[in-house]
């Protein structure tokens, strides 16, 4: 697939693109024609990840960003327009779960998560707006990772549960404000999907019952009319398509990718 007809390749930043579903939304905007632009807090995971997507061909760099530090997205956002330009298309994808009994929750993880999952795309979506240049743009995509736990509530997943649902206020508001502008907001709700996060989620579980991994990956799958997880590819395959031209009437919208998990 090639991006939309134009001369010049749109320039794509992704948020938590050493992984899962970040990984594979990174490689289709590239394949697509994207010059993309990716970033984690690990380093030594940057850097290899850079040299991947490079060898398949793709038009790819990056640089550290820890999403929970203002001047650090400063200085990310800075980076990546002077290495490609101005901003085109922003996903924001990362973020972490976390959860628990909710009377036991430390406030230190509460505020962790609502920091990394809700905070930072306020953050990076100001920053890309300015810095990026992107509100000066006849057209842009925003694009917000967040859940199906964005629209139910998930049992021992408050905190997570909270900041995704706050993304998905957060993309309608803006959806909403930037619509005459030709910038597109909207928020990607996966359901289970197969990724580290995925398997450190099961672990979590796991304990929190007192059973094994297994019996909880039965539990869920259990729960998906599909039968199985999402691929980061399926996922993916939304957000490369949100970033096209035709998907330019699509605002302000949550929509799943969770193999019949959400029904609303
Ligand atoms: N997997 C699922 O079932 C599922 C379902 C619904 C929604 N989601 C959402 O999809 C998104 C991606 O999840 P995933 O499953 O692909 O996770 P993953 O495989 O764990 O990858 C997470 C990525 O985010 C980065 N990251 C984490 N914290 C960061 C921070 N503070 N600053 C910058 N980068 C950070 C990680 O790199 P570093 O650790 O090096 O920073 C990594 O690149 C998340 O927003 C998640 O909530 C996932």
Same mark, same amino acid.
């Given at each position: 697939?090639?991006?939309?007809?134009?001369?010049?390749?749109?320039?794509?930043?992704?948020?938590?693109?050493?992984?899962?579903?970040?990984?594979?939304?990174?490689?289709?905007?590239?394949?697509?024609?994207?010059?993309?632009?990716?970033?984690?807090? @690990?380093?030594?995971? +940057?850097?290899?990840?850079? %040299?991947? =997507?490079?060898? $398949?061909?793709?038009?790819?760099?990056?640089? !550290?960003?820890?999403?929970?530090?203002?001047?650090?997205?400063?200085?990310?956002?800075?980076?990546?327009?002077?290495?490609?330009?101005?901003?085109?298309?922003?996903?924001?994808?990362?973020?972490?779960?976390?959860?628990?009994?909710?009377?036991?929750?430390?406030?230190?993880?509460?505020?962790?998560?609502?920091?990394?999952?809700?905070?930072?795309?306020?953050?990076?979506?100001?920053?890309?707006?300015?810095?990026?240049?992107?509100?000066?743009?006849?057209?842009?995509?925003?694009?917000?990772?967040?859940?199906?736990?964005?629209?139910?509530?998930?049992?021992?997943?408050?905190?997570?549960?909270? @900041?995704?649902?706050? +993304?998905?206020?957060?993309? %309608?508001? =803006?959806?909403? $404000?930037?619509?005459?502008?030709?910038?597109? !907001?909207?928020?990607?709700?996966?359901?289970?999907?197969?990724?580290?996060?995925?398997?450190?989620?099961?672990?979590?579980?796991?304990?929190?019952?007192?059973?094994?991994?297994?019996?909880?990956?039965?539990?869920?799958?259990?729960?998906?009319?599909?039968?199985?997880?999402?691929?980061?590819?399926?996922?993916?395959?939304?957000?490369?398509?949100?970033?096209?031209?035709?998907?330019?009437?699509?605002?302000?919208?949550?929509?799943?990718?969770?193999?019949?998990?959400?029904?609303?």
């Amino acid at each position: 697939m090639t991006q939309d007809a134009q001369s010049i390749p749109r320039v794509a930043l992704i948020t938590g693109a050493t992984s899962g579903i970040g990984l594979a939304s990174a490689r289709l905007l590239a394949e697509q024609g994207h010059r993309v632009f990716i970033g984690a807090r @690990s380093a030594e995971n +940057v850097t290899a990840t850079v %040299k991947e =997507l490079r060898e $398949e061909g793709l038009d790819v760099d990056g640089s !550290v960003v820890d999403v929970r530090d203002s001047a650090a997205v400063t200085a990310f956002v800075q980076a990546a327009v002077d290495r490609f330009g101005t901003i085109d298309v922003l996903v924001n994808n990362a973020g972490r779960s976390g959860g628990g009994v909710t009377a036991d929750i430390a406030d230190e993880l509460w505020d962790d998560v609502i920091d990394t999952n809700l905070n930072s795309v306020f953050r990076l979506t100001k920053e890309v707006l300015n810095t990026g240049g992107m509100r000066h743009k006849d057209r842009g995509r925003i694009i917000n990772i967040a859940s199906t736990a964005g629209k139910q509530g998930v049992v021992l997943g408050a905190p997570y549960s909270a @900041s995704k649902h706050g +993304v998905v206020g957060f993309t %309608k508001a =803006l959806g909403n $404000e930037l619509a005459p502008t030709g910038i597109t !907001v909207n928020a990607v709700c996966p359901g289970y999907v197969e990724t580290p996060m995925a398997q450190r989620v099961r672990q979590g579980y796991a304990a929190a019952y007192d059973t094994d991994e297994d019996t909880i990956l039965a539990k869920f799958r259990s729960k998906i009319p599909l039968g199985r997880y999402s691929t980061p590819e399926e996922v993916a395959g939304l957000v490369g398509y949100l970033a096209s031209d035709t998907a330019g009437s699509i605002t302000a919208q949550a929509l799943n990718v969770c193999g019949g998990l959400g029904n609303f």
